[in-house]
């Protein structure tokens, strides 16, 4: 299978059509057709539908286009790789965290990073592990730093970086800001992010411990500019990191209501995919969450 097969293919399902992709790549079209062909007669199947408007996946098409994406991500990675042994600092990162390492971690880990790397482009997401999952697998985001379910695909390693407890915050002069326990806070309606693809999961099993009734669920987010907004906005509650009320900006933002129980949190780990290596430039973003974990738990 050459390069420039794998090339046509991507164009072809990106752009859901042979015109398209001939345009994109400066092409003839029917050298992109039978590059198509001859693609399907190498593997066995169709991996086109072609309809009035150009082409859609098959579910083969689509099984092969996350082998395509890592393929191309990883021909990247090994650009950037041999440019930065060779003292480079150009390339590109893309990972994903959560908001108690963008809170707690970030801000250090950046200025050292950008002093090491100071060419390289950053991309980075705000959202939990389910966001990211299927794109850690295919390559299109090289890790992830931030809380996990107990389970992982096989395909990815995890680390943790520390152990982690949480609060219950909500808006200035909450009603219930003088609530001592869960079971004052039955009656609530809560926000909740959740590390697994089940929403229910974050709080159900804690209100469950106590013999409580399940708490009603009224809001699922994953972005910090969300959790703000709705928590300054509304009676709702959330069960955050403790990192939102350690953050400079956040001091004096939200109401926390501090009950007996107490509120772990899941550990801060890194996620990436297990026998492939990072770029030295994302291994060492890498390096720096570590220490700066290790400074901020010593």
């Not at 107990?150 to 909450?174: C, S, W, Y």
């Not at 403790?242 to 001091?251: H, I, M, N």
């Not at 890194?270 to 770029?279: D, E, F, K, Y």
């Amino acid at each position: 299978m050459k390069l420039n097969t794998l090339r046509d293919f991507l164009a072809v399902a990106e752009r859901g059509g042979v015109r398209a992709a001939a345009r994109h790549l400066d092409a003839p079209q029917p050298a992109i057709s039978r590059s198509i062909r001859e693609l399907e007669k190498e593997l066995g199947c169709v991996l086109f539908e072609r309809h009035a408007k150009g082409v859609r996946l098959t579910p083969m098409g689509e099984v092969f286009l996350r082998r395509a994406n890592a393929i191309r991500h990883e021909l990247q990675r090994a650009r950037d790789e041999i440019g930065q042994l060779n003292g480079e600092s150009r390339g590109r990162v893309t990972l994903c965290m959560s908001t108690a390492p963008h809170l707690g971690l970030f801000a250090e880990v950046l200025r050292e990073f950008r002093a090491r790397y100071p060419d390289t482009h950053l991309e980075i997401i705000d959202g939990v592990y389910p966001r990211v999952e299927s794109s850690l697998l295919d390559g299109t985001v090289d890790f992830y730093i931030g809380p996990v379910p107990a389970r992982t695909p096989g395909e990815l390693q995890v680390e943790k970086l520390f152990d982690n407890m949480r609060v219950i915050v909500g808006r200035k002069g909450h009603p219930l800001a003088r609530a001592r326990s869960l079971r004052d806070l039955a009656g609530a309606q809560w926000i909740t992010t959740s590390i697994t693809h089940k929403a229910e999961e974050e709080l159900g099993p804690l209100f469950e411990k106590h013999g409580l009734p399940p708490p009603h669920l009224a809001l699922k987010a994953q972005s910090a500019l969300t959790f703000i907004t709705a928590l300054t906005n509304s009676d709702l509650l959330m069960m955050l990191p403790v990192q939102w009320l350690q953050y400079p900006l956040l001091q004096g933002v939200f109401q926390e209501i501090r009950v007996k129980e107490p509120l772990p949190a899941p550990p801060v780990c890194i996620v990436q995919r297990a026998g492939l290596p990072l770029t030295p430039a994302a291994d060492y973003y890498c390096t720096l969450a570590r220490r700066a974990s290790a400074r901020a738990q010593g």
